[in-house]
């Protein structure tokens, strides 16, 4: 069974910082893997993986597993767009907002989300903590 949490999380300013500049990382380097995907038409996971993870890893400076979920990230952003064009949610495939679409890679807002696992983050349940990895270590 898989858990979601929606908590909040009150960092110091020190911390926020962290926190945000992995973020941005991540998602930059999520637009890299995306601009990858599109230019080789490579959109499955591990096919993908073999082309961007050792770059990830290198130029963003992200762990194993920030990496694979970034990775990841991608694969299903274009997943979704292909069932959204699939069902017609983005209209016809001649359509100016069809074309627009699929003609350039998916971009990542700066602070979009990005999805953290047990390998990433730990709970602290009695002391009301939770430490998660960024670039600079992790936080608690």
């Known amino acids: 069974m898989k858990l979601v949490v929606q ?3 009150l960092p110091t300013p020190v911390q926020a910082a962290a926190l945000e500049a992995t973020l941005r990382s991540c998602n930059e380097a999520a637009c890299w893997v995306s601009e990858v995907a599109f230019a080789k ?13 050792t ?18 990230k991608t694969c ?16 016809k495939p001649w359509s100016k907002r069809y074309r627009r679409t699929v003609e350039k890679p998916i971009t990542f807002r700066p602070e979009g989300a990005q999805p953290y696992d ?5 709970w ?3 002391e009301r ?12």
């Open 7 to 9: 908590v909040k999380l």
């Open 41 to 53: 038409d490579v959109k499955r996971n591990f096919a993908l993986r073999e082309h961007t993870y």
């Open 55 to 72: 770059e990830v890893r290198r130029r963003w400076g992200l762990g194993a597993q920030a990496a694979q979920h970034t990775i990841k």
């Open 76 to 91: 299903d952003a274009y997943r979704t767009l292909a069932a959204n064009l699939k069902a017609g949610h983005l209209g």
């Open 118 to 122: 047990d390998r990433m983050l730990s």
């Open 124 to 126: 602290q349940i009695t």
């Open 129 to 140: 903590t939770v430490s998660v990895w960024t670039l600079s270590g992790s936080v608690r």
